[in-house]
């Protein structure tokens, strides 16, 4: 009869039993860049093009300078880091913006080429300013001109 009552208790003397759990991690959803984002942001030139998955969207657009990912439905643009390591069509493994840390990857021994795009299993890593993970994935890189 009291079954509601002596779980609620149990449950608050799990609380106050001093062991701090750690904080839930903040995740984000990333979605796929879509053609008319590309238009919009007049996003032009080399890029590599980072996957979730088996997916064919895109959800980050790294360039020479910048990376843009779509989180709650806006752009966000990220400047490259000048001191990451450089990946292919000038893109680079690091771009950073306010309160936010993009790392990619891509791994060289998956390297294919067909017609004209230079494939890879790459990965995504956006964290905040004090390495929280944010969003990750694993997935298809697609660079091209």
Same mark, same amino acid.
């Given at each position: 009869?009291?079954?509601?009552? %002596?779980? #609620?208790? %149990?449950?608050?003397?799990? #609380?106050?039993? &001093?062991?701090?759990?750690? @904080?839930? +991690? ?5 979605? @796929? ?19 979730? $998955?088996? +997916? =064919?969207?895109?959800?980050?657009? #790294? =360039?020479?300078?910048? *990376?843009? =990912?779509?989180?709650? &439905? ?7 880091? @000048? ?12 771009? %950073?913006?306010? &309160? ?15 017609? $004209? ?9 956006? +964290?905040? &300013? ?6 990750? *994935?694993?997935?298809? %890189?697609?660079?091209?001109?």
């Amino acid at each position: 009869m009291n079954r509601p009552l %002596v779980l #609620a208790s %149990v449950a608050v003397l799990a #609380a106050c039993n &001093g062991e701090k759990q750690p @904080p839930a +991690s903040p995740t984000l959803d990333a979605q @796929p860049i879509t053609y008319m984002d590309i238009e919009a942001a007049k996003l032009t030139g080399p890029s590599c093009n980072y996957a979730a $998955g088996k +997916s =064919m969207g895109a959800v980050v657009m #790294a =360039m020479n300078r910048e *990376a843009v =990912m779509k989180l709650d &439905g806006q752009l966000i643009h990220l400047t490259l880091d @000048p001191q990451c390591n450089k990946l292919d069509k000038g893109t680079g493994s690091r771009y %950073v913006a306010p &309160g936010y840390v993009l790392d990619l990857a891509v791994d060289s021994r998956t390297r294919s080429e067909h017609a $004209g795009t230079i494939g890879y299993h790459g990965s995504v890593r956006l +964290s905040d &300013g004090k390495g929280r993970v944010l969003y990750g *994935a694993d997935g298809d %890189v697609q660079c091209n001109e």
